[in-house]
């Protein structure tokens, strides 16, 4: 080999390892919602029972990176941390384990389940979830529905708030999840009184 093929390879070899590492990017990393266990059964009376069929949220909220509230106007999205599932699905997913948790049994259809036909409709609208360096806080209303054709039976708004001990993506879940179990409770309590 001559010396100028004998450079160019090691130039080639260079440019070559360069570019494989500038292909790697940093890892992503999921984090998930759990269920918050309340210290008791909330209702022991006998209740209709009640189906969650819904839980919206804003379009701001629903993509699969975390995204943080940075100051009034402004967001960031995380693209190393990401929701494990749909977020809307996830908040569904773990509200449903939280009023079971809370109601007696029989009381609660889980989503997507076939329903007694005397069953309550509960859906649940997130009109806002923004954390700053502290707090998390969480807007919400939920409206049920009874009878046939379903009408509007009750519905009920509330601002919640969970203390952040850090801005990453984990605590902002435990935050969520802790909130979507003091929704629970809200949602239980406003029930009970129907």
């Not at 990393?29 to 949220?57: C, D, E, F, K, M």
């Not at 975390?66 to 990401?82: A, C, E, F, G, M």
Request: net charge neutral; glycine share 6%.
């Amino acid at each position: 080999m001559t010396r100028s093929a004998s450079t160019l390879a090691r130039v080639a070899m260079l440019i070559g390892t360069s570019l494989a590492g500038c292909g790697h990017s940093p890892a992503t990393h999921y984090v998930r919602l759990n269920a918050s266990p309340s210290g008791a059964l909330l209702a022991t009376t006998r209740i209709a029972p009640v189906q969650l069929t819904a839980v919206h949220i804003p379009t701001v909220l629903d993509r699969p990176e975390v995204v943080t509230q940075v100051s009034p106007n402004r967001l960031t999205v995380d693209d190393r941390n990401h929701w494990g599932a749909p977020l809307a699905q996830m908040m569904r997913g773990t509200l449903a384990q939280d009023l079971t948790m809370r109601l007696p049994a029989g009381a609660f259809v889980f989503p997507d389940a076939p329903a007694p036909p005397d069953t309550r409709t509960l859906v649940v609208t997130v009109l806002d979830a923004e954390a700053d360096t502290k707090t998390m806080t969480f807007q919400a209303g939920w409206t049920l529905l009874s009878g046939q054709p379903p009408h509007v039976t009750l519905t009920r708004e509330v601002t919640l708030t969970s203390t952040l001990t850090s801005r990453d993506a984990a605590e902002q879940a435990a935050a969520l999840s802790r909130i979507l179990g003091e929704l629970a409770d809200r949602i239980v309590a406003s029930i009970v009184e129907r």
